[in-house]
Each structure stands twice: as structure tokens, then as C-alpha cells.
């Protein structure tokens, strides 16, 4: 069982649709989290983090952390077509090392 | 400022060949790590370096060896190229070790070995 799960999509949605992304993980030691986007031939950017549980909030984009779930999520409203891309969740126990979940790839369509 | 620079984007080898890769960052961060990403695999760390002239091992280190002699470079060599390193090569760079410190990516380089 890989320590960070995530769907691989695809995901397509309309513009202007509310997208959920979702991971979930196994290792309860976990208590960075972050989302990174990755456009198609580019490297990730990192997009949120938040630290334990909770929720964080950054123009449409919003994410949350459910530690007694061990699941994440990535909320985004108001999707745009330049919100197409692949979304990475990583997390970390406190140590020099990020674990990736594999990625879901979101297609927003006009 | 150009963050993190990735050469060469591409390459293809054949097995048994040797290459090296190079990743050059100007933002004066102290941490380095080269990741290989494959579908369904997500990103895996290969080797990583908490400062100049130090290196470390991460999740699938065989196969591949680093060096970080001068801060703002670290290297990724493989020694006797296989199919199986046929990947995308990613180097990052952070101003510290997470969780502090985002990892800052390059563009990549598409590797494939015949």
C-alpha cells in the first residue's frame, strides 16, 4: 500500500464549476501538507500548505486537513480553463522529505 | 531571475551509456534533491543535499549517483544506463528542509534509454 493515495483522474469539469481534490494517506505521523500544481512539460509549484489540521484559504482556492481521516482535500471555485493541469499532494512527518501522492489531472473546459 | 535551470530537457541514451545531469539554482538555497517521476508512480526522491558538499540518499537511489561541490549545483550521474531510468527528472531546490521551506522545481528533463 503506497503511503499517499490519489486518484489519477481524469477530471473534467465546466468553467465556473467547484472541483474537489482529494488525498488520502496512512502514515499518521504526517503533519505538513501541501498541494503542488503542475502545468503539462513544466515542474510543480507549490500552491498550499498547510500545517496540521484545519483549513487554509487563498483566493478560490481552499484546502483542508482532516488528520483523524488521514484524507486531504483541494477545493476550487469559480474553475478556470488555466486551472487545467495536475494537481500533487505531498506531505511530510518533520523530516528533509516530501512523499508525492501520483497526481490527478484536471481538465477545466470553456 | 531564472530559479531553478535543468540541463539538458532531453535526452536518449543507450543502455549501458553514461550521462550527466546538472541543475544549477540561483536563489542561495541550502537544500537540493533530484526526483524521477513515472505514471501511476507520482514523484520519488532520488538523492537529496542539505548543503554544499553533502549528499544523501532518498527513496530509489540505485542506479544513480550526485554531487554537490559548489553550492548552487547538484549533479545526477548514472553510471550504466537501463530502460528503467527512462523517466522525467526533476530538481528541486528549497532555502531549507521541509516543512519549512517550499521546494522550488525546474522544468525538468525527459530521459529515455534504448
Known amino acids: 500500500q503506497k503511503e499517499v493515495e490519489q486518484d489519477p483522474g481524469p477530471l473534467s469539469v465546466p468553467e465556473g464549476a467547484i472541483v474537489s481534490l482529494n488525498c488520502t494517506y496512512s502514515?499518521?505521523?504526517?503533519?505538513?501538507f501541501m498541494w503542488y500544481r503542475q502545468y503539462s512539460r513544466k515542474g510543480p509549484e507549490l500552491l498550499m500548505y498547510?500545517?496540521?489540521?484545519g483549513n487554509k484559504e487563498d483566493g478560490r482556492f481552499t484546502a483542508q486537513v482532516d488528520k483523524s481521516s488521514k484524507y486531504i482535500s483541494l477545493f476550487i471555485r469559480d474553475s478556470q480553463p488555466s486551472d487545467s493541469a495536475t494537481y500533487l499532494c505531498?506531505?511530510?512527518?518533520?523530516?528533509?522529505?516530501?512523499?508525492f501522492g501520483t497526481g490527478t489531472r484536471l481538465q477545466v473546459f470553456p | 531571475n531564472a530559479g531553478v535551470t535543468q540541463t539538458p530537457k532531453f535526452r536518449v541514451l543507450k543502455t549501458g551509456q553514461s550521462m550527466t545531469l546538472l541543475c544549477a539554482q540561483d536563489?542561495?538555497?541550502?537544500?537540493m534533491y533530484w526526483y524521477r517521476q513515472d505514471p501511476g508512480m507520482g514523484l520519488r526522491l532520488i538523492h537529496y543535499?542539505?548543503?554544499?558538499?553533502?549528499?544523501a540518499k532518498g527513496e530509489v537511489p540505485d542506479g544513480y549517483n550526485v554531487s554537490r561541490l559548489k553550492k548552487q549545483n547538484f549533479l545526477l550521474g548514472l553510471e550504466s544506463a537501463a530502460p528503467s531510468q527512462t523517466s522525467v527528472y526533476f530538481c528541486?531546490?528549497?532555502?531549507?528542509?521541509?516543512?519549512?521551506?517550499?521546494?522550488?522545481f525546474g522544468d525538468g528533463t525527459r530521459l529515455s534509454i534504448l
Open positions: 528541486a531546490s528549497s532555502k531549507q528542509g521541509v516543512p519549512n521551506q517550499p521546494q522550488h
Open positions: 502514515n499518521s505521523a504526517f503533519q505538513y
Open positions: 498547510t500545517y496540521s489540521s
Open positions: 505531498a506531505m511530510s512527518a518533520n523530516t528533509d522529505k516530501l512523499i
Open positions: 536563489m542561495n538555497h541550502e537544500y
Open positions: 543535499s542539505v548543503g554544499e558538499g553533502t549528499t
